[in-house]
Each structure stands twice: as C-alpha cells, then as structure tokens.
C-alpha cells in the first residue's frame, strides 16, 4: 500500500475510534437521563447523541471511506451498504427525533435500544474492514 495512502488509512482509523468512543459517552449519558425520566435533558442528550452519530458518518463518507477505496477498490460494494446504513439510521434518528415529546418513556427507551444495536452491528462491519485491510498491508509488508 502506498506510504501516503497509509497513513491516511490509518490517521482516519484513529479518528473513527475516537468518535465511536465519544458516541458511547453520548449514548451512555442519554441513557442516564431516560432513567432518570427528565424529559428537557432527554431532548437535549438525544440531539447531542444525534449530532455527534451525523459528524461521525460525515467523517467516514469524506476521509475514512476514500481511504479505504483507495487502499482496496474491491470494497466499494461493502462501503456502499455502509452509506446505506448511514442512510438508514440517520432516517431512524429523524423519526425518533419527531416522535421524542409524544413517544411513551418505554418505547422511547426500546427504539433507542434498537437503534444502539444497529449501530453497534454498522460499527464491527466498519472495523472488520480495517482490520481485512491493515492485515492484508501487513502482510504485503512482509513480503518485500
């Protein structure tokens, strides 16, 4: 793999990680606010979870993804679910976004269950694909 394209793969790596983390903190104190029933921190938790889960996909479709084309132009069917997953839950977040002040606490509670797991099942599709591509770079790396 070319040096240049390299480090970019790898530099968009870190960043993606950073994000699912700071994801995880947004989600987590959602999650706090919802059991604690306060519905006004509840608003503002979920469009803080919602902004940072739109910046996060920003980030993979202009930096991480190019990168990941540019490492293995086989992947293009697997990066272009991966947009479709985008799609799909950034439609799911609107929905529950439009639906949070009339939305009955439990089934509030259970969307967003649902939708942490989709996105949690989106997010070790996205590693595994790093992961194919840095082992494969590994072991090119090797061979020389």
Do not use: N
Not at 41 to 48: I, K, L, Q, S
Not at 91 to 101: K, S
């Amino acid at each position: 793999m070319d040096p240049g394209l390299r480090y970019r793969l790898r530099r968009a790596a870190r960043r993606v990680a950073h994000q699912h983390r700071a994801i995880a903190e947004c989600y987590r104190e959602l999650g706090e606010f919802v059991a604690q029933r306060a519905r006004a921190d509840v608003r503002a938790g979920f469009e803080r979870y919602r902004e940072a889960i739109g910046a996060h996909f920003d980030l993979e479709e202009q930096v991480f993804f190019p990168a990941v084309r540019g490492a293995d132009e086989q992947q293009k069917p697997v990066i272009a679910a991966l947009v479709g997953g985008h799609a799909q839950m950034l439609e799911e977040l609107e929905r529950i976004a439009d639906a949070l002040e009339s939305i009955p606490h439990d089934d509030f509670s259970r969307r967003l269950a649902g939708f942490a797991a989709m996105l949690t099942a989106h997010e070790r599709v996205e590693e595994k694909l790093l992961s194919q591509l840095t082992d494969s770079d590994a072991g090119s790396a090797g061979a020389h």
